[in-house]
């Protein structure tokens, strides 16, 4: 028997995406619900070889379902969150709102699967910003083998996780560079064509980014409140795909033969790493993929147990709905998802 699943934010890019990949995976799905804003009412989405109708999250009855996969704002899932879990199913909510609230597990199921456990808490488990997902996968096999002492992450996150508006903004730059000129921009600060903003959120009082400010406290969270965590985010003109350059220092010994086997044995991983000039992943080429890939693994000279490498994937994949798509296969394999009768 399937579940009765319900897609809220179905319209926007990761909502999509979530659609697609239950599809890909097979999640076992007996009623697909899309659901949006009551400008959408009446929006198809496609979900496999079905055409279904966007429905309005005002009006729908989310006693009805098992399962909500939520991609939609922070103020928005403030709002709705809670009011749907109250009703019966677990939320898989891919916003910032419920990351750090004790009782809201924040999983990737390759790191902490076994945190789902709280999830009957608040009924609500919470996705990782799309940077921090890529690099605990890449982190937590090193950590357990070797302790992480301090990590420093430059990453180059893509237009993509701005969503449509960013790349809708990058494309109508580009092209006007070779006409009119580009136009000014909207979404972003600065233009986005042909050049990288050093800045991705709203600035702090200690002069880093929310967005920065994320990423280390959601791998305490996950992995080790004692990893020092220092970042930079980076927007650069790539469509999908974060990529972050990850410089890791230990507290015990590890070599860089000793991580790249490791890292390929761990589960979500791929591990590309030749020494010539195409040896490596590109967020290109991880764009539509589903591992992380990790490549240029090399020793840093400078510390006594360090580590550089390159970490790259598809942010509305891994960084977003596939992570969300397998915490819910995760709930599955443990029997935490209650199914309902279908009437009629």
């Known amino acids: 028997m399937g579940y009765r699943v319900a897609v809220v934010g179905a319209t926007g890019n990761v909502g999509r995406e979530m659609l697609n990949i239950l599809e890909e995976v097979k999640f076992p799905v007996d009623k697909m619900h899309a659901i949006a804003s009551r400008k959408s009412i009446g929006v198809e989405v496609s979900f496999g070889e079905k055409i279904i109708k966007c429905e309005d999250v005002e009006q729908f009855d989310f006693s009805t379902v098992d399962v909500v996969l939520m991609s939609v704002s922070g103020s928005f899932s403030k709002t709705w969150a809670e009011k749907i879990g109250a009703a019966g199913p677990i939320v898989i909510d891919n916003s910032s709102a419920w990351r750090m609230d004790p009782d809201v597990p924040l999983i990737v199921p390759e790191v902490n699967p076994d945190d789902v456990a709280y999830?009957?808490?608040?009924?609500?488990?919470?996705?990782?910003?799309?940077?921090?997902?890529?690099?605990?996968?890449?982190l937590k096999p090193l950590h357990d083998r070797a302790r992480i002492k301090r990590v420093v992450v430059s990453t180059y996150q893509s237009v993509s996780g701005a969503g449509k508006e960013g790349m809708d903004e990058l494309w109508d730059q580009t092209k006007g560079v070779f006409v009119l000129g580009a136009p000014e921009p909207k979404k972003f600060p600065k233009q986005i064509a042909f050049n990288?903003?050093?800045?991705?959120g709203a600035f702090g009082d200690d002069g880093y980014t929310d967005?920065?400010?994320?990423?280390?406290?959601?791998?305490?969270?996950?992995?080790?409140?004692?990893?020092?965590?220092?970042?930079?985010?980076?927007?650069?003109?790539?469509?999908?795909?974060?990529?972050?350059?990850?410089?890791?220092e230990f507290h015990d010994p590890i070599d860089e033969d000793e991580a790249r086997d490791l890292l390929r044995e761990s589960p979500g991983l791929l591990v590309i790493d030749q020494r010539n000039d195409k040896g490596y992943m590109?967020?290109?080429?991880?764009?539509?993929?589903?591992?992380?890939?990790?490549?240029?693994?090399?020793?840093?000279?400078?510390?006594?147990?360090?580590?550089?490498?390159?970490?790259?994937?598809?942010?509305?994949?891994?960084?977003?709905?596939?992570?969300?798509?397998?915490?819910?296969?995760?709930?599955?394999?443990?029997?935490?998802l209650k199914t309902k009768a279908i009437a009629g």
């Open 119 to 138: 999830a009957g808490k608040k009924n609500i488990i919470a996705n990782p910003n799309c940077s921090t997902a890529q690099l605990v996968v890449a």
């Open 196 to 200: 990288v903003i050093p800045f991705i």
């Open 211 to 248: 967005e920065e400010a994320k990423m280390w406290n959601e791998v305490h969270k996950m992995i080790d409140p004692a990893i020092a965590l220092t970042v930079t985010c980076v927007r650069v003109p790539v469509m999908v795909g974060h990529s972050e350059a990850v410089n890791v």
């Open 282 to 336: 590109t967020p290109k080429e991880a764009q539509g993929e589903f591992p992380v890939f990790v490549s240029r693994i090399r020793k840093d000279p400078t510390v006594e147990n360090g580590l550089n490498m390159w970490v790259v994937a598809d942010n509305l994949r891994k960084g977003a709905a596939l992570n969300a798509v397998q915490i819910a296969e995760l709930l599955h394999e443990r029997g935490l």
